[in-house]
């Protein structure tokens, strides 16, 4: 009964008319977002950042938006107009890639108007707001390399995997020349497709081999989820255990399965030199956990907002077998330990500085970045591969 | 106030315990789909082929769900339980893959338990009827070739348009080798990325190779849609008027644009010989316009479901500025025309017996399948494909 009371109170509102207020933001100069797909004006973005969402939903009693880090945090009611659209302007969105999506009558639908990404374990909607930077990741007149959709059957896991081998734009032409290879792991909720879709990885490597800031090397973007083929299913895999137990699994498949297999599928260079490892989020801390392990297999590390626990890096010198209690030997082996987050994520920029200066007191120098004015969210990133690769390999 | 009447009547309405119908459905075995996103229990499938969907929209009012060809052509509604699951058996849905979405309130949803596909111009859900040939398709124990994001710009439309290249296994150990080259177009809504995730076109290949059934060859699947780049955006595309003036972009794109880049960006066979030229539904179409005005640039030519347009074939005599007129010459450039349809859509089936009629009387003989038992749907397009390739290049 109570919810009849509030489906006749809605039907009641929402007769208020939204389009009067349109008008006004006129002013605020409102555009489609590049993001969204071909032909569709909604989602637009105003030059002061406001987003304005729009969904048609005549027969709906109640609309919300809501989105990841830097876009509406909490659910905002959208407005019925008289023509069965509902409309909310979502005020002050940071810049770079935003997940978002609507929901109606309580259930979540991705916004038609824009793409969508796998994120949050499932297709979800995106929206690119724009920013100063955006010429490093756009694709330009210069020579590209393919991105691999690269099938191998693991039996760690009991299943096909999937990686998206990215090979650069020379490797055709140059028959017997072998690459070094960048193992570049997305976040949680996100998949193999992450890191070259709402990345564009495969453009910013393009622009710094072009612009020769970075050597050509193959960039291996492998899935972050595994389980073993005898365990129990894993959640969607957003918790710390969750997490460390797939990184125990998944530490066996890169050691097994996957970088024996690009040894033997691509032209690399297969020792330590010829190898680096970063991730993002989640991925950042799998870098952590297998990339410390297994100082005899990379020689360079990325932490890109990496959700790093306290606990692992507590006590430095007694971690990951006493990886780095010898900084000498550490030092001989590993020739980069990079460490970034965006400005707006306040707690991994507390992680990169704590790192540091844990790594410093033991005599391991990283080098550290901080992206400015940008969240937990893909532009930071874009940036840290940006910063990270050129000091690759070299 | 219609709406109110229908709503008050609805909650009144919903309340009938579905629940109890679910014991007699264990009798008939219903099982996840083998296309749910892992750990997703629905939508599950019986052994008699109907399809039990279920969305949780405890706040919804109203929940129906819809398909593609061979699934639930008119809205079927969702009864919704006690604890907020809305619930309906979908009944005798037809083997192979269906495009298929929920409609809550008014509002189109795709099943948060199954993948999604582009389909319909947006990301749509989709689900895997079982049939008895699914081995063709399936990853198996044998070389894999890779299947390449390849990104090119394309001064016709003014924009960087992205194909999708299968290099067979063989690919990257034969340095020196050049293989043949076969354009594979697909359907109308759908884009570059139908053949390798709703068709599985490189297990199919990759199968095809292992049993020396098919010459390793390239397989390039570029976007169906272009627009030139100072003509108004088109619409979705689906009107026939609209195909035309698309493919006479196409053309274009294809002629100056798409051949050239993969000739100069792969190991091809340069010349009609080492080029075939096949699509499913619109890409008959386009396969039909733009192969048959270019008989210079292809041997093979494969119509799938081909939406070829009654006025073409018509006088099949003076189409194509007279291609067809002189059948020895055509024979001669033309080693191969392949029609096929699907057994359950009767309208590509008699235009399958059309074409091959009209043109068996001017002295060309194609070869004509048909896919016993399947609809409009990608299982059609797969055994279309699985069929055509053994016929190339030999």
């Known amino acids: 009964m109570k919810n009849l009371i509030r489906l006749i109170l809605s039907l009641l509102v929402i007769e208020f008319v939204f389009s009067q207020s349109l008008a006004a933001q006129k002013d605020f100069g409102f555009k489609p977002a590049a993001s969204n797909i071909q032909g569709s004006d909604f989602p637009k973005i105003s030059v002061d950042k406001s987003v304005y969402v729009r969904l048609r939903a005549p027969e709906a009693i109640k609309v919300q938006v809501q989105g990841g880090d830097g876009f509406c945090p909490k659910p905002l009611d959208l407005v019925r107009d008289t023509a069965g659209n509902w409309n909310a302007i979502v005020p ?13 009558d309580g259930v ?46 693991s039996d760690i896991t009991g299943k096909w995997r999937r990686a998206f081998v990215y090979t650069p734009p020379e490797y055709d032409k140059n028959a017997k020349k072998k690459y070094p290879v960048l193992y570049l792991l997305h976040g949680a909720g996100e998949n193999e497709r992450g890191w070259s879709k709402q990345g564009h990885m495969s453009f910013i490597l393009d622009n710094l081999i072009a612009e020769k800031r970075a050597v050509p090397m193959i960039v291996v973007m492998d899935n972050g989820y595994a389980t073993a083929k005898d365990a129990p299913a894993a959640s ?24 024996p297999n690009i040894d033997l599928s691509y032209r690399t260079i297969p020792k330590r030199e010829g190898r680096a490892m970063a991730g993002l989020s989640m991925g950042g801390m799998q870098t952590m956990l297998i990339g410390m392990s297994h100082l005899e297999l990379f020689s360079y590390y990325g932490f890109f907002s990496g959700a790093i626990m306290g606990g692992i890096m507590d006590d430095p010198k007694t971690a990951f077998s006493g990886a780095f209690a010898d900084a000498e030997s550490f030092n001989k082996k590993v020739k980069l330990m990079w460490f970034g987050a965006g400005s707006g994520e306040a707690q991994f920029v507390k992680m990169v500085d704590d790192s540091k200066k844990k790594l410093e007191v033991l005599g391991i120098k990283p080098i550290t970045y901080i992206s400015q004015g940008t969240f937990h969210e893909w532009h930071t990133w874009r940036r840290h591969l940006n910063e990270f690769a050129p000091l690759l390999f070299k």
Do not use: C
């Open 108 to 153: 979540r639908v991705n916004d038609p108007g824009s793409d969508t990404y796998h994120g949050y374990g499932r297709p979800t909607g995106g929206i690119e707001i724009p920013i100063a930077d955006e010429d490093f990741f756009t694709a330009k007149n210069v020579p590209h390399g393919d991105v691999r959709e690269h099938w191998y059957y």
């Open 92 to 104: 002050s969105v940071g810049p770079g890639f935003h997940y978002y999506w609507f929901t109606v």
């Open 236 to 259: 969607a895999g957003f918790s710390m255990r969750d997490m460390t137990k797939m990184a125990e699994t998944l530490e066996q498949v890169y050691v097994k399965e996957i970088i």
